[in-house]
């Protein structure tokens, strides 16, 4: 079942907005096997990228790097696995630059281009340190994406309404006039606080393309 917030939010949706981490890109089972050898599993690595203190929310405002991320991963891991702790999270960060080109959600970027060739315009909002934009985020951006908020890069992150505002304004429209796309449920109601229309992706694109036809996107 698909879930829709925000489908009474005024104006036409003229632009779609999406996360990039679990959105567009996915974790890999050969990524997850590197980190099960500290005793991690899937649920353990997902803790520090999901909810109101992941570790992007916890440096929302700055600028950062990966090499800033490792201290935080690493105290969490601390007293779990003592000596391993930052050879753990120096392992669990590598996904934000990891090249293996499975990692990509391709179905999910095939619905990015239909969109865009059909005259919406496509932004990005990620919560991802400013290495993810010199590595990987190239990707996206050639043809294919109208603008760009990287949290590391321009210093405003998810939940923060800042990051939201400048990824519209970049866009040239306001907030009710775009549709988010998030896995991560607190970042989707932020933006409905906001008055933009929005959707938590679980893995089902059909819902996702359900929830934009439902709210008048249409290509």
């Not at 201290?71 to 590598?94: D, F, M, N, W």
């Not at 939940?159 to 796309?181: K, T």
Request: with cysteine; glycine share 10%; net charge negative.
């Amino acid at each position: 079942m698909f879930l829709i917030v925000g489908s009474g939010a005024s104006g036409a949706v003229l632009g779609v907005v999406f996360d990039v981490g679990g959105v567009l890109r996915r974790p890999q089972p050969g990524f997850f096997g590197r980190v099960e050898r500290f005793g991690l599993d899937r649920d353990d690595v997902l803790e520090f990228f999901m909810g109101p203190d992941a570790v992007e929310a916890q440096m929302a405002g700055r600028q950062f790097r990966i090499v800033d991320m490792v201290p935080i991963v690493e105290r969490a891991l601390s007293e779990r696995l003592g000596e391993q702790a930052r050879e753990a999270a120096e392992t669990i960060l590598s996904v934000y630059v990891d090249p293996d080109p499975t990692a990509w959600n391709e179905p999910m970027l095939h619905l990015v281009d239909d969109l865009h060739d059909a005259g919406l315009k496509v932004g990005l909002l990620a919560n991802a340190p400013a290495d993810f934009g010199e590595v990987l985020l190239p990707r996206l951006t050639d043809g294919l994406v109208d603008a760009t908020v990287l949290s590391g890069r321009d210093g405003v992150g998810k939940p923060m309404a800042e990051s939201y505002e400048l990824i519209v304004d970049r866009l040239g429209f306001v907030l009710g006039q775009c549709f988010f796309v998030d896995d991560n449920a607190h970042n989707v109601e932020a933006a409905l606080r906001l008055g933009m229309k929005a959707h938590h992706y679980t893995g089902e694109i059909s819902h996702l393309t359900d929830a934009l036809r439902a709210v008048g996107v249409d290509w």
